[in-house]
């Protein structure tokens, strides 16, 4: 629901948490840019996107074995 736009603490939790992934990563200068490009992707639908693909790519895989 997070990345369908529901808002709580839930997505709280989910945007510092992909923040702090940003910036360990080097994708980011700090985490207030970490969460706002959190919240782009969020908002936007591609972090929805992106999941909806792993997950079609992983049942294929899975079938495949």
């Not at 980011?28 to 840019?33: A, S, T, Y």
């Not at 919240?39 to 079938?63: H, K, M, W, Y």
């Amino acid at each position: 629901k997070v990345l369908q736009g529901e808002r709580g603490p839930r997505r709280d939790t989910v945007l510092l948490n992909a923040a702090a992934a940003l910036y360990a990563a080097d994708a980011v200068g700090d985490l207030r840019e970490g969460i706002k490009a959190a919240e782009r992707s969020i908002d936007s639908g591609a972090a929805f996107a992106v999941l909806q693909n792993l997950v079609a790519f992983t049942s294929s895989v899975a079938e495949a074995a």
